[in-house]
Each structure stands twice: as C-alpha cells, then as structure tokens.
C-alpha cells in the first residue's frame, strides 16, 4: 500500500507542478484576463463532468468488484454520449463561456468523461500504476504542447491552451483502452432485468456521489462567477492563481484517499476500513499544516515574479482560505471512506452544507471585497463540510464499537 501511495503522490505532485506551470504559461502570456477566461472554461468542463458522472464514473469502481464488467461499461460510455450531445444544444443559451468555446468545451468534456470511466475501472481493480501513468502522461502533454504554442510558434491564444487539451486528453483516451483492453476479452452483451438492476445501481450510487461532487464544486468555483459578474474576469484571474496554489495543499490527501479507495472498495471488514482511514487522516493533517503555513510564508513578490504584475495579493488570499484548507484535508479522507463503502449521501449532506455556507456568505462579502471575501468565504464553506464528515465518521466509529 505504502508503494502505490508513494507512487500517486509523485504523479499527483508532477500534476501540480503542471498544472502550476500551466497557470504561469497562460498568467503571463495571456494576462489576468486570459487567466480567467481560461478558468471559466475548464470550471465549464468541470460541472459537465460530474454530470457525466452520474453513471459510470463515480459508482463504476465500487461496483466492479460487485457486478460483471460488461453490464456497467456500455451504459456508461452512453449516458457521457448523451449528456455531452444534449450540452451542444444547451449551452449556447447560457452565458457561462464566450460562444466561440462552447463546442469546443462539449467535445473535450467527451473525451474526459470516456477518459475517466476508464481510470475508474482501473482503480476498481487496484492497477494503481496503470492510472497514475495515464494521469501522468495527460499532464505532461498539455503542459509540452502548451509551451510549443505559447513559447516557439508565438501562438498566444486560448486556442492553443483548448488544442492542448484535446491532444492530451485524445492520446491518453487511446492509451487508457490499451490498459483496458483485457477487461473486454469475456464480453457479452446482456439484457432483461439483471441489466436493468446493474443500471438502477450505476445510477442511484452515481446520484448520491455526483450530487456530493457538484455541490462541492460549485461551492468551491461559485466564486468566480460572483467575481466575474461584479467586478470582472481579471479578479477572477488573480484568485484562481490563489486557488490554485492552497489547494495543492490537497495534493497529499488525494494521493491517499486513491489508494485507501482501492483498498476499502476491495474490503469486506469495516473495522479494518475505519482504522486504515484514521491513521491515513492523522497524517495527512499534519502533512496539510507544515504545507500551508510554507505557503502562507512565501512573499508576495515571488508570485508577482512567477504570474506578472497584475496578480497582485496571491499570499493575502492565500491567508484568508488557510484555515478551510487545512479542515477540509481532513474532509477529504474521510470523505474517501464514505465513497469507498457506498454511503455517498454523506458527502453529499457535508458538501450541502459547504454550498450553503458560500450562496449565503459569498453574495454578502464578494461584491464588496473582490478575492479577499471570496477567500474568506471558502475557508467556512470548507470548515462546515469537514465538520459535517466529521460528525458523521465519529457516529460511524461508535457503531463500529457496538456491533
């Protein structure tokens, strides 16, 4: 376990020094205003994901171990077909993105949404490494060929950042059929009522994980819409910069909560589920507050070095989301466990309860101050969702005792 942990978390961390990079690539070509353009379109693609989601991605790993391949792979693929075809005919009448993106958003969340329901199932099988080298090597394209437009073709657009995204995600979608490929070899197509249940259960765990996930998003990126309709999409390129640097704080968590899911999913003793999770949370807790208070120290200067001189004020935002930071690590792993042993609907209560606390804060303190209250406004809504987890691992634990 230690190994594939060890290994998840220098993928993740090549992903965050990527993704960092990236930041800095279009920060400093593109301008704060390109920096938040290009964040409204991939927190886009975001939300069509966890659509996508609702059967296939997030319940195909607990399942897999449960139900035969073949019943919950074609639905899967079909219900990403369907949800992405019906954005093309939806998303023109919403002024989420400048219409010039919007088709452009819809194919590259398709090929996201195949991309990760075969992650999903490589996980569900604990090929850890498999999954760690596609993650990997989609990172390492779009940050290569981001360079070779920006830097050598002198290509500076948001064009070239959507290219990039559509040749790593397509590559690393033909790679990840390759890994798969075994899994299709005793493939039949079944229907009649053991289908249909395999899809009841696709659905009804997808829906109680997704809404968890689109909750906790759109708690976490309604604050870029807020900043974007009140003050502008050059606020929105300076937090998103801000957003991203704290939240690589989670970069560890993730990197555990992927193999404590591999594990747990594969499990039949829960004693053993909830020590494992225990432990994983004590030392991720400490791992959180000896990175934030790193970043928390870094001077305001070298980020206006890395990004340019219009994201002024990284480090105070990243002060003022410091303390949600470090709750909602915790959050996460336990949070992991829920999934892990099919009891979404807690994610999805705490992620509720984050969403609330950004609705009623965020339109109170954003308009008035900018990143700063968006910041603010982030470190309760991660607060409440921890505590919530919390509540609820704590009432598990006891029940654990009992029985």
Known sequence: ????????????????????????????????????????????????????????????????P?????????????????????????LPYLDLVPAQYMVDVCFISLLLGVLNINISVLISHQKINAANFLNFVQALIILLLLVVF???????????????????????????????????????????KTAIEAIKKLAILGLYNQIAVFTQLLSFRLSYYLLNATIGKEEVGVYANAVSIAESVWLFGRSIGTVQHARIVNSKDNNYSLALTSRLNKTNLLISLILISVLACIPESWYRVLFGDEFININRI???????IVFFGVALILGYYFSSTGKHFVNAIASFAGLIITVTLGFSIIPSMGSYGAGITASVSYGMTALVVVFFFIREKRQGLIQ
Request: charged share 10%; aromatic share 18%; hydrophobic share 55%.
């Open 66 to 90: 449960r139900i035969p391949f073949s019943l919950l792979i074609i639905p899967s693929y079909l219900w990403v077909m369907a949800v992405t075809t019906l954005c093309f005919v939806v």
């Open 1 to 64: 376990m230690f190994r594939n942990i060890i290994s998840t978390f220098f993928t993740r961390s090549f992903i965050a020094v990527s993704n960092f990079l990236v930041a800095v690539l279009l920060s400093n070509y593109l301008g704060s205003a390109g920096r938040g353009e290009q964040s409204l379109i991939i927190t886009l693609i975001a939300f069509i994901i966890i659509i996508t989601g609702l059967i296939g991605t997030s319940s195909i790993s607990y399942l897999i």
């Open 150 to 192: 920006f830097v050598f073709l002198k290509n500076e657009s948001i064009r070239s950042y959507l290219l990039a995204l559509y040749a790593g995600y397509g590559i690393t979608l033909l790679l990840s059929f390759y890994w798969i490929r075994s899994y299709f070899r005793d493939f039949r197509f079944e229907f009649g």
């Open 318 to 324: 990243i002060w003022t989301m410091g303390p949600g």
